[in-house]
Nanobody
Framework: QVQLVESGGGLVQAGGSLRLSCAAS????????MGWFRQAPGKEREFVAA????????AYADSVKGRFAISRDNGKNTLYLQMNSLKPEDTAVYYC??????????????WGQGTQVTVSS
């Protein structure tokens, strides 16, 4: 099972940008599809974006399409989420996920501890 550690969260003004990183342990990172989810206070965890093991295919939630970009560096065992044009409604804890696919939490096998993103208006 892969171990995941997110970083890069913080406080940013609306319209600003942040880049999240997810460092994975183990030599099998390059074989996993990877994803990002987020959870706002009082809400269920929701899908944000996913990328295939090779990076050749990506998927996004409608709410972030055109503003967020998921990418990966298999040589560095790291997943990224570039977030631009941030909105207050993007405020949430962002989680990295591995070993699955799809928009449901149950479709993924491993999770990081999360990193807080707060967007002020």
């Amino acid at each position: 099972q892969v171990q995941l550690v997110e970083s890069g969260g913080g406080l940013v003004q609306a319209g600003g940008s942040l880049r999240l990183s997810c460092a994975a342990s183990g030599r099998t990172f390059s074989s996993y599809h990877m994803g990002w989810f987020r959870q706002a206070p009082g809400k269920e965890r929701e899908f944000v974006a996913a990328i295939t093991w090779s990076g050749s295919n990506t998927a996004y939630a409608d709410s972030v399409k055109g503003r967020f970009a998921i990418s990966r560096d298999n040589g560095k065992n790291t997943l990224y989420l570039q977030m631009n044009s941030l909105k207050p409604e993007d405020t949430a804890v962002y989680y990295c996920a591995a070993g699955g696919w799809g928009v449901t939490v149950s479709g993924w096998g491993s999770w990081g501890q999360g990193t807080q993103v707060t967007v002020s208006s």
